[in-house]
């Protein structure tokens, strides 16, 4: 398993603003991962962070509204930017530690209100 | 077809019956299937594995899976109060490094 520690835990933002997430895991891990949760829907991936190289971006996600960098096998953040109402939702930090197939852990998650 | 499917419930089970979650996938050459446990306000925490056709058991938990079928289930016996959560089937991706997730069952086990 993983110890994951991601903050901030939760935040209040104002509209326009950016917001930065951080996530330290307490081991080297290959996969990071970047998810978002809406509130009572499922998750939702946003990107794999990849480390020395620009992250993995899925579908309806850019890397201009949610850069992300990684730049060692431990540390990741995702940066929320010019935020809207609809932005506000849980993001979660996910690492595999064994590689592909193999099961996820999660930090915390940042509960994120956009005023 | 979503990639992994569930109902979203809420299902509503009797304390001390059993519990039976659903999931099929659409990926041929998914090779493991997780069941996670989400509970309101918290992150997901992975209860359950499998890899090989059949079934799986750990406690109360006991998780089923065939693959001709494209289908993974998790059965919960004797189901208690503190069950009552969201249950996420979750299938890494077969060629790309990712796990997708369903939807999440709503599970509540009324006293």
């Known amino acids: 398993s993983a110890v994951i520690s991601q903050k901030p835990s939760r935040d209040i933002c104002q509209r326009g603003t950016s917001l930065t997430i951080q996530c330290q895991v307490d081991s080297q891990v290959t996969m990071m991962f970047w998810y978002r949760q809406q509130p009572g829907q499922s998750l939702t991936l946003i990107a794999t962070?990849?480390?020395?190289?620009?992250?993995?971006?899925e579908s309806g996600f850019v890397i201009d509204k949610f850069p992300i960098s990684r730049p060692n096998l431990t540390f990741s953040t995702l940066t929320v930017s010019n935020m809207s109402p609809e932005d506000s939702s849980i993001y979660l930090c996910s690492v595999q530690v064994a590689g592909m197939n193999t099961e996820a852990f999660f930090g915390q998650g940042t509960r994120l209100t956009v005023v | 077809q979503k990639e992994v499917e569930q109902n979203s419930g809420p299902l509503s089970v009797p304390e001390g019956a059993i519990a039976s979650l659903n999931c099929t996938y659409s990926?041929?050459?998914?090779?493991?299937f997780f069941w996670y446990r989400q509970y309101s306000g918290k992150s997901p925490e992975l209860i359950m594995f499998?890899?090989?056709?059949g079934d799986k058991e750990d406690g109360r938990f006991t998780a089923q899976l065939n693959k001709a079928s494209q289908y993974v289930s998790l059965l919960i016996r004797d189901s208690q109060p503190s069950d009552s959560a969201t249950y996420l089937c979750?299938?890494?991706?077969?060629?790309?490094?990712?796990?997708?997730f369903g939807s999440g069952t709503r599970l509540s086990i009324r006293p």
């Open positions: 499998i890899y090989s056709n």
């Open positions: 962070a990849n480390q020395g190289s620009e992250a993995t971006y």
């Open positions: 990926d041929r050459g998914s090779q493991s």
């Open positions: 979750a299938v890494p991706h077969s060629s790309a490094s990712k796990i997708i």
